[in-house]
T-cell receptor, first 116, second 115 residues
Framework: AQTVTQSQPEMSVQEAETVTLSCTYDTSENNYYLFWYKQPPSRQMILVIR??????QNATENRFSVNFQKAAKSFSLKISDSQLGDTAMYFC?????????????FGKGTRLHILP | DTAVSQTPKYLVTQMGNDKSIKCEQN?????MYWYKQDSKKFLKIMFS???????INETVPNRFSPKSPDKAHLNLHINSLELGDSAVYFCASSPDVWAGANVLTFGAGSRLTVL
């Protein structure tokens, strides 16, 4: 069974600093997707960035980038030039690339505080 | 306009009651989901429907019954509520079963508190 582990329950950084959120996962699959979701106080879940396992190049979305290490089963999120609006819960998630299996598995989340 | 909307946002009820949470998406997506977020913020999928048909049914007590009258709606009905049902329930949708959770859009969640 797949598992997703986020080892940092809570983090705080100063505004404008760079912060890295850790995520590791366990799977025997070769094709899969990985995601980072942001859950602000409004509690909507917003997709921040996604990575296809078959792509070696790390995904980047503006200030957000990932360090995808497939062999190590690691998928960390780097937020550059952090902003107060980045304060939220962040969830790492995994999904098999299997048309018969639509499940997405989330980690327990990391609460990120951006301090002024 | 809200893409995935859930009602109610907050629901407080007594043990043993029956309650429903409604979900609607206006994205034209074919696939909808229900997730449960427990007190430890861990999200687990409960059900998935594609074009009104059940495609995923995780190990969930049969007191939980999803209903999809059309592909834009997926409601969650819970019978005989128990204390352990207290959680935030998230509805989500994706364009189709092939896209799957690759492009999920979530609602804001419904916080259920069972007393």
């Amino acid at each position: 069974a797949q598992t997703v582990t986020q080892s940092q329950p809570e983090m705080s950084v100063q505004e404008a600093e760079t912060v890295t959120l850790s995520c590791t996962y366990d799977t025997s699959e070769n094709n899969y997707y990985l995601f980072w979701y942001k859950q602000p106080p409004s509690r909507q879940m917003i997709l921040v960035i996604r990575q296809e396992a078959y792509k070696q190049q790390n995904a980047t979305e503006n200030r957000f980038s990932v360090n995808f290490q497939k062999a190590a089963k690691s998928f960390s999120l780097k937020i550059s030039d952090s902003q107060l609006g980045d304060t939220a819960m962040y969830f790492c998630a995994f999904m098999k690339h299997d048309l018969r299996d639509d499940k997405i598995i989330f980690g327990k989340g990391t609460r990120l505080h951006i301090l002024p | 306009d809200t893409a995935v909307s859930q009602t109610p946002k907050y629901l407080v009820t007594q043990m043993g009651n029956d309650k429903s949470i409604k979900c609607e998406q206006n994205l034209g997506h074919d696939t909808m989901y229900w997730y449960k977020q427990d007190s430890k913020k861990f999200l687990k999928i409960m059900f998935s429907y594609n074009n009104k048909e059940l495609i995923i049914n995780e190990t969930v007590p049969n007191r939980f019954s999803p209903k999809s009258p059309d592909k834009a709606h997926l409601n969650l009905h819970i019978n005989s509520l128990e204390l352990g049902d207290s959680a935030v329930y998230f509805c989500a949708s994706s364009p189709d079963v092939w896209a799957g959770a690759n492009v999920l859009t979530f609602g804001a969640g419904s916080r259920l508190t069972v007393l």
